[in-house]
């Protein structure tokens, strides 16, 4: 099957745009992010402790109607979860198991701490 060129260069409307906007904005309401910490009985404080970040930041995560995976799944692990992504198909249903934490990353040098090192490598 063909596909017209108008479908691949299609971008919605600026209305269109608004009432996705809206639909995505009332599904994180029911699904509400805010709803699951009550359900923790947690406080924003006490998630943004677990997350390293300041409060308003997860006031923040918990309004977006749109965010990546590994800030779900931080926000959950800092709930005391475990985001499973699981894809539904009519005859079999698949959990995707490529969510795991991240490997640590290494602390690189700060440029401070290398021009200093250079500075002194220079010198002897």
């Not at 063909?2 to 809206?22: E, F, G, I, M």
């Not at 923040?60 to 749109?66: F, N, P, T, V």
Request: positive net charge.
């Amino acid at each position: 099957m063909t596909t017209n060129w108008n479908q691949l260069k299609y971008k919605p409307s600026p209305k269109v745009r608004a009432n996705l906007k809206r639909d995505a904005k009332a599904e994180l309401v029911r699904i509400g992010f805010h709803k699951l910490r009550h359900a923790r009985k947690k406080t924003q404080v006490a998630i943004a402790e677990k997350l390293d970040v300041a409060q308003g930041a997860v006031s923040r995560i918990e309004k977006q109607s749109d965010f990546l995976l590994s800030t779900l799944r931080n926000y959950v692990a800092a709930l005391g979860g475990k985001l499973e992504l699981r894809v539904v198909f009519p005859d079999a249903d698949f959990v995707i198991e490529t969510l795991a934490s991240p490997a640590p990353r290494k602390k690189r040098p700060s440029r401070i701490r290398s021009t200093v090192r250079k500075a002194v490598l220079k010198s002897r």
